[in-house]
């Protein structure tokens, strides 16, 4: 071998020895892509949860909530009813927007006072029997079919992995569910909690519900049906921003490693939480009116005719607008949202854990 040969085939070795680090380096890089994929993959792809664990899990975590929050459900209902409005709203409100928002806090203690003094603690949770009636089975099915929904979407048609569209159509599905079958539910609720004659009208559920179906028929336990399922755009679009929330949180987690402490896991828990408040929040804000709407409609007729004074969705609109102004249409709003986005954190937070444990 001639002396030109050895001194390439030196050179050519040279040349391996130090391009062998960076193919290595490649090697391990394009590992770590791939696990780096599937650990977001796995994050926004939550490995699939058997549905009876959601039905379990949505009811805890609705009677948890529910119940913690009663109090605020009966300001929030008694300032959506003209029964109650004119009573309770006879300060001129501000147009300063800060200025109004201090005016309707104010405005929630003062019912919430007014209710305990006048009418004593038992009326702050009055009508929670028929509300964890329909809370437990409300949630229960609501997480039960969205959970379902969201799978057989996602195993059939998108090829198993999760879509903004999927979670659009499992909470219009879960929506319209809940809505039909807990109705009655809600309509003795809310006539319960409309009672001011401390219990004489209506001694219990059961003789709320007799006298309803005596008085007015079977058919009128479903007014206030149509506002409900408008109420589902609301359900639906807490589970979007919800879900797409999660995700971002998740994927978060993914960055930081395997090597998590206790107190990292709790504020992963505490951020899935927190985003279910902000969602509902957010969809609250957008899809308030058809509260109102829908507590007018399930109030009692009137004593005067005997017949209900709002008697449709479009017609309670337009009347409600008409006679008290568009300002109406948010009527115990403040308290709803100082019920509902903790009864948010609450009920998903308690929902997650219920799920974990089942798991």
């Known amino acids: 071998m001639t002396r030109g040969n050895l001194n390439r085939i030196e050179v050519l070795e040279k040349d391996v020895e130090h391009s062998y680090h960076f193919l290595t380096s490649d090697e391990k890089s394009s590992t770590l892509r791939e696990v780096e994929d599937v650990n977001y993959k796995s994050a926004s792809q939550p490995a699939q949860v058997k549905s009876w664990v959601h039905f379990v899990a949505g009811g805890v975590g609705g009677m948890t909530g529910a119940i913690l929050t009663c109090p605020l459900d009966v300001v929030k209902t008694r300032l959506q009813s003209d029964a109650y409005t004119k009573m309770y709203n006879r300060s001129p409100k501000s147009s300063n927007i800060i200025i109004k928002a201090a005016q309707h806090f104010q405005e929630t203690g003062s019912v919430l006072k007014n209710i305990y003094t006048s009418e004593g603690s038992r009326a702050l949770f009055r009508g929670l029997g028929p509300n964890l009636v329909g809370v437990i089975p409300a949630r229960s099915i609501n997480f039960f079919t969205y959970g379902l929904s969201k799978d057989f979407l996602s195993n059939n048609f998108n090829n198993g992995t999760e879509a903004t569209w999927v979670h659009l ?61 408008l109420g589902g755009i609301e359900s639906t679009l807490q589970w979007v921003l919800y879900e797409q929330m999660k995700t971002i949180i998740n994927q978060r987690a993914v960055k930081q490693g395997s090597d998590k ?3 990292d896991h709790i504020m992963e828990w505490s951020a899935r939480s927190g985003a279910a408040g902000a969602a509902k929040f957010v969809a609250s804000l957008i899809t308030y009116p058809h509260e109102v709407v829908r507590t007018r409609l399930r109030q009692a007729p009137l004593e005067s005719t005997g017949k209900p004074k709002y008697t449709g969705l479009i017609q309670t609109f337009k009347l409600v607008v008409k006679e008290e102004g568009m300002a109406s249409m948010y009527g115990g709003l403040t308290p709803h949202l100082l019920r509902t986005v903790p009864n948010s954190i609450i009920m ?5 854990i219920v799920v974990r444990l089942l798991s």
């Open 169 to 229: 159509l499992a909470g219009i599905n879960a929506g319209f569910v809940t809505s039909t079958a807990t109705n009655p539910i809600w309509l003795i609720k809310t006539r319960l909690q409309l009672d001011k004659t401390k219990g004489k009208h209506y001694k219990n559920s059961w003789d709320c519900f007799s006298h309803i179906v005596k008085t007015e028929g079977v058919t009128s336990l479903y007014r206030g049906l149509t506002a409900s399922y």
């Open 261 to 263: 402490t206790t107190k």
């Open 348 to 352: 998903f937070g308690t929902w997650e």
